[in-house]
Nanobody, 123 residues
Framework: QAQLVASGGGLVQAGGSLRLSCAASGRTFSGYAMGWLRQAPGKEREFVASISWSGGNTYYADSVKGRFTISRDNAKNTVYLQMNSLKPEETAIYYC????????????????WGQGTQVTVSS
């Protein structure tokens, strides 16, 4: 059974940084794009960032470009999200996701997603 376990969330002040990690297990994700989605209270789940299997292609939501960086280590079945200059409105549960379709990933409709990690940004 596929599992995507996110970690690294927490409480940070506005302008601060966090690094999220996601460990994938239970099946092979060879060929899958990996990414991050987030959902704030009362809002729909939204795309944050994704990275292709090779790592050669990355995509970001306009709101996070220049501040967030996604990376992956296929040998460790792990994907990371470095988040800098965090804003209070980015308080949300961040979900790790995997999808064969980068389009579905960017539509926040991936094939798989995990249980999420809470990120809280205080003002």
């Amino acid at each position: 059974q596929a599992q995507l376990v996110a970690s690294g969330g927490g409480l940070v002040q506005a302008g601060g940084s966090l690094r999220l990690s996601c460990a994938a297990s239970g099946r092979t994700f060879s060929g899958y794009a990996m990414g991050w989605l987030r959902q704030a209270p009362g809002k729909e789940r939204e795309f944050v960032a994704s990275i292709s299997w090779s790592g050669g292609n990355t995509y970001y939501a306009d709101s996070v470009k220049g501040r967030f960086t996604i990376s992956r280590d296929n040998a460790k079945n792990t994907v990371y999200l470095q988040m800098n200059s965090l804003k209070p409105e980015e308080t949300a549960i961040y979900y790790c996701a995997a999808s064969l379709s980068s389009g579905r990933m960017r539509n926040a409709d991936p094939d798989y997603w995990g249980q999420g990690t809470q990120v809280t940004v205080s003002s």
